[in-house]
């Protein structure tokens, strides 16, 4: 059984910085992707980034690329999300989830993931 843990949320001024971490137990097959989601108040889940754990190809969706950065660290089955330059719209609580990459699914695609963790909130003050 895969278990998720997030941590590393909280509130930030805009243009301030904060890390996520994820902490990945249970998880033996490398094969895993593990994604950062993404939730405000009243829209749709959204997938910010992915990482996939054998290769360590990474993607984003653009409205993060070039502010935050996915990363992994494997001996402590930990997979990390640096949040930089921070904006009030990136208000929302943020999952991460994992699974094993299905041939016909995206990775934005939040119903591709079995496993989830509890979540975080991240709070962007103006």
């Known amino acids: 059984q895969v278990q998720l843990e997030e941590s590393g949320g909280g509130p930030v001024q805009a243009g301030g910085s904060l890390k996520l971490s994820c902490t990945v137990s249970?998880?033996?097959?490398?094969?895993?992707?593990v994604a950062w989601f993404r939730q405000a108040p009243g829209k749709d889940r959204e997938g910010v980034a992915v990482?996939?754990?054998?290769?360590?190809?990474?993607h984003y969706i653009d409205s993060v690329e070039g502010r935050f950065t996915i990363s992994q660290d494997n001996a402590k089955n930990t997979v990390f999300l640096q949040m930089d330059n921070l904006q009030p719209e990136d208000t929302a609580i943020y999952y991460c989830?994992?699974?094993?990459?299905?041939?016909?699914?995206?990775?934005?695609?939040?119903?591709?993931?079995?496993?989830w963790g509890q979540g975080t909130a991240v709070t962007v003050s103006s």
């Open positions: 989830a994992a699974d094993l990459p299905t041939i016909g699914t995206r990775w934005s695609d939040s119903g591709a993931y079995k496993y």
């Open positions: 249970g998880a033996t097959n490398r094969r895993y992707r």
């Open positions: 990482i996939y754990l054998n290769t360590g190809y990474t």
